[in-house]
Nanobody, 122 residues
Framework: QVQLTESGGGLVQVGGSLRLSCVAS????????MGWHRQVPGKQRELVAI???????NSADSVRGRFTISRDNARNTVHLHMNSLRPEDTGTYYC????????????????WGQGTQVTVSS
């Protein structure tokens, strides 16, 4: 009923840039927060950046100043602009969103995308 679709991952050299995008589709009444997490094998998934419906953002210390999260509320889309990429940024990046599907029930649910791979080569 709700689907998050990511795009924009790939292979990039150290110092390069990528832009990840995530579109939420399906039965959606409202979206509060949208964000990006990343995971590498053997480690827990970690928050990269998050943005709420008012545009307020927060990001991990490791990416602050290099990554920017933005959002298009009209298109239910969130982007992650990644600059000055480092090998340690390599991982699978997951989009997540807190969504209220219908107006008649004031409950928000967390939805996740399938993930997109980012590889930074040195």
């Amino acid at each position: 009923q709700v689907q998050l679709t990511e795009s924009g991952g790939g292979l990039v050299q150290v110092g390069g840039s990528l832009r990840l995008s995530c579109v939420a589709s399906g039965i959606i009444f409202d979206i509060s927060a949208m964000g990006w997490h990343r995971q590498v094998p053997g480690k827990q998934r970690e928050l990269v950046a998050i943005i709420n419906s008012d545009g307020n953002t927060n990001s991990a210390d490791s990416v602050r100043g290099r990554f920017t999260i933005s959002r298009d509320n009209a298109r239910n889309t969130v982007h992650l602009h990644m600059n000055s990429l480092r090998p340690e940024d390599t991982g699978t990046y997951y989009c997540d969103a807190r969504i209220r599907p219908t107006a008649d029930k004031a409950t928000y649910y967390d939805f996740w995308g399938q993930g997109t791979q980012v590889t930074v080569s040195s």
